[in-house]
């Protein structure tokens, strides 16, 4: 906890917990949260905790102490929040060094970004059409959208896509699709994919077929056929891992298709391809599958903040523009129209992602695959 303020006064003296504490030692079960492993028991001894359902594990916070009517901001105040950010601050440097397992491109300088961080900047609604709202960037957002669909081979009069805030965003936009097009249609995704996906099937209330996987992590096709078989009446909504969260797996497309279509379900079938992990490095692996809007596809999304490097969740999500319209509505206020998932973006993503690509360009990403 952070030292309490006096009235009218900061009490520096009460140590502030370093946070670099908290990374080594197990978390505390009290007071108000346990951590339980299977047998139920609390562990404290590195293994893997489970957290309870229900219960907040909250075993540390920087408090807000709220200043009296008539405090003013004083330079002791400033002091000490000071000092709270600079120990934050080590403790990032300290994490960073070790953060394993986190596919994140930290090679990235946007210090000349600096200047627009005072600005409010907001993309709302749809990023092709204007709107009442000025302090915006989507000027910047159309631009990385076109460079992404010059990558994915899909013409500027045929895409539709936004700059999302992270590739859960993306899939859920994507699943949203498919549904308004499909709207009896049946979610196949391998036992690998992402969370995200088959808790966006609970939200929309999808059905869902779980197809089973390779010992590589890669959709069996030989069961995904079976499971098609058993739903010959109903549409497929497929979802097709383009790098999964664990094994890093990547999903066959060619083959996805050819057991749709083998099946009898040519033009009954929506793919929407998950590319957070792998999206942006497939296009440049020789030999790699390609994902291309050339095949049956209906989307793709991928993530702004691993491979490509923004320093802030993010991601992109493209479609084709035939199937927004079912979407997309009017709003008054706004003098526009929208069809994204939420209303508010953040306008700073765009920015950062236009910054990144220019200076590499898809040379600069052939090089760091």
């Known amino acids: 906890m952070v030292g309490s303020v006096g009235k009218g006064s900061m009490d520096l003296g009460k140590k502030v917990e370093p946070l670099l504490e908290e990374i080594s030692g197990p978390v505390a ?9 299977g047998n139920g028991k609390s562990q404290g001894n590195g293994k893997r ?3 309870k359902p229900g219960r907040n594990v909250h075993t540390m916070c920087f408090a807000i102490d709220e200043p009296d009517a008539d405090d003013e901001v004083t330079g002791e105040r400033e002091a000490y929040m000071a000092s709270v950010l600079a120990r934050y601050r080590k ?3 300290e994490r960073t060094k070790h953060h394993l397992g986190y596919p994140y491109n930290l090679d990235f300088d946007y210090g000349a970004l600096g200047q627009l ?3 409010s900047i907001n993309n709302l609604v749809d990023p092709f059409i204007e709107s009442k709202y000025g302090v915006h960037s989507r000027q910047f957002e159309v631009g990385v959208l076109d460079w992404f669909a ?5 013409g500027k009069n045929e895409y539709w896509g936004y700059i999302t805030n992270c590739g859960t965003k993306g899939n859920l936009h994507g699943i949203l699709v498919r549904r308004e097009l499909f709207a009896d249609g049946i979610l196949y995704a391998s036992s690998e994919s992402h969370y995200s996906i088959f808790k966006e099937a609970r939200m929309y209330r999808i059905e869902c077929a779980k197809v089973d996987t390779q010992v590589s992590g890669e959709i069996d096709c030989k069961d995904f056929r079976n499971k098609l078989f058993q739903n010959k009446e109903k549409p497929a909504i497929v979802n097709v891992n383009i790098g999964t969260t664990v094994k890093g797996a990547v999903d066959d497309l060619d083959m996805v298709i050819q057991t749709l279509e083998e099946s009898g379900f040519k033009d009954k079938f929506y793919i929407h391809c998950d590319g957070a992990l792998f999206g942006l490095m497939m296009p440049f692996v020789k030999r790699a599958p ?4 050339k095949k049956p596809i209906g989307s793709v999304s991928a993530s702004g903040h691993k491979f490509v490097g ?5 991601g992109v999500q493209m479609t084709r523009l035939k199937h927004i319209n079912s979407l997309s509505s009017s709003i008054g206020y706004l003098a526009s129209r929208d069809a994204t998932i939420m209303g508010s973006r953040n306008g700073h993503a765009p920015i950062f992602l236009w910054y990144t690509l220019n200076r590499k360009g898809y040379r600069g990403f052939q090089q760091e695959v």
């Open 29 to 37: 079960s009290e007071p108000n949260g346990v951590l339980e492993q």
């Open 49 to 51: 905790n489970k957290e």
């Open 91 to 93: 403790s990032l440097l």
């Open 117 to 119: 961080q005072h600005f």
């Open 150 to 154: 010059r990558l994915w081979e899909l």
């Open 290 to 293: 390609k994902v291309t809007f």
């Open 310 to 314: 923004c320093p802030m969740p993010c």
